[in-house]
């Protein structure tokens, strides 16, 4: 059974620009998390789908970033004008039940210059 | 508030000896849930292991054992004889029983050098 995908692995944009992260979960899980860690630092929550609905977009951190799941499928994370502040790594996740064990993918490296 | 701390932000071992990677959390929940994950070079997060609150009886599983200490609030992990496969960062999170969000701590990066 194939894991978390994400896609691309590694983008380098300039500040300003436009990019768009993919995440596809795990077939069948209903839930899928999308994370970031910045900087070396401690990897944060950003929001949580449940099927196509956002249940919980409290750790998004301002109006440029822009999550969608149409179809209750794979998601994508949208940011938009890029900051120097973005860059770090962009994880995603997915779990059957919200309960249940959170499986990561590999991430995507974003460098925003 | 809830935090997890881990102090170490790298350590660096010749193969085959003992480490231990220090995890320490903060919460005010009686029920939760800890976990490792590590995260080898391919990037990934990999599921290590999981602990509920109220299971504090040590977990050995191969090389790899954590020691859970409530009095503590401390989740420590120990690899028994490294090898340089085990070089990877690694994470400790917590989880409260009411919510699905992972907290993180900020990572140890492992080095295992042949």
């Known amino acids: 059974e194939a894991g978390v995908t994400q896609f691309p692995s590694h983008s380098v944009i300039e500040k300003g620009q436009t990019v768009t992260l993919r995440c596809d979960p795990i077939?069948?899980?209903?839930?899928l998390y999308w994370y970031r860690r910045v900087m070396g630092k401690e990897i944060k929550f950003l929001l949580h789908?449940?099927?196509?609905?956002?249940?919980?977009e409290s750790g998004m951190p301002n109006n440029r970033f822009l999550a969608e799941r149409t179809g209750g499928t794979y998601s994508t994370l949208k940011v938009q004008p890029a900051e120097l502040e973005d860059s770090g790594v962009y994880f995603c996740?997915?779990?059957?039940?919200?309960?249940?064990?959170?499986?990561f993918g590999p991430g995507t490296r974003l460098t925003v210059t | 508030a809830q935090k997890v701390t881990q102090a170490q932000t790298e350590i660096s071992v010749v193969e085959k000896e003992d480490v231990t990677l220090d995890c320490v959390y903060e919460?005010?929940?009686?029920?939760?849930?800890l976990f490792w994950y590590k995260q080898p070079p391919s990037g990934e997060l990999v599921f290590l292991i999981r602990?509920?609150?109220?299971?504090?009886q040590n977990e050995i599983s191969g090389r790899y054992s954590w020691n859970f200490q409530k009095s503590t609030s401390s989740f420590n992990f120990t690899i028994t004889a490294s090898q340089v496969v085990d070089s990877a960062v690694y994470f400790c999170?917590?989880?409260?029983?009411?919510?699905?969000?992972?907290?993180f701590g900020s990572g140890t990066r492992l080095l295992v050098r042949p």
């Open positions: 996740a997915s779990s059957l039940t919200e309960m249940s064990e959170q499986y």
């Open positions: 789908f449940v099927k196509e609905s956002k249940q919980d």
């Open positions: 919460t005010r929940d009686t029920t939760y849930y």
């Open positions: 602990r509920n609150s109220f299971d504090e």
């Open positions: 077939s069948g899980h209903d839930n």
């Open positions: 999170a917590l989880r409260m029983d009411s919510s699905y969000k992972l907290i």
